[in-house]
């Protein structure tokens, strides 16, 4: 005979597209925490270190000027980057880590951080 078999069972199910779970609302306690967690979540000194932060580094800098690299060995970034110097040379360059990039990058261009950690 021409027909076919029914298909599997585990294929059929896999094939309808799943309802993604209704989001929770917050709780509303009229005190206004939430607001206060979320700004000091997006300020700088107060976030862990990132995953592709070195092990070890000199100290974490942020930056004050935007800069462009002129080689491939040199780091770009903006203004309110953080970096974490991992070398200083005492050509003034230092060799820091972005985003986990390694790179060049001029010490200048750069003011420590660290006297604001705890």
Known sequence: SDTLPPPHPSAESQ????????PQQPLEDGHGEEDSA????CDPYAE????WAPRSYLEKVVAIYDYTADKEDE????????????KKNE????????????GLFPG??????MHYAD
């Open 108 to 113: 200048n261009y750069v003011e420590s951080i």
């Open 38 to 41: 979320v700004v000091e979540y």
């Open 75 to 86: 780091l770009s970034f903006q203004e309110g980057a953080i970096i974490y110097v991992v």
């Open 48 to 51: 862990e270190d990132p995953p």
């Open 15 to 22: 094939a309808e597209p799943k309802e993604p779970p209704a």
């Open 91 to 102: 050509d003034g360059w230092f060799e820091g880590v972005m985003n986990a990039t390694t």
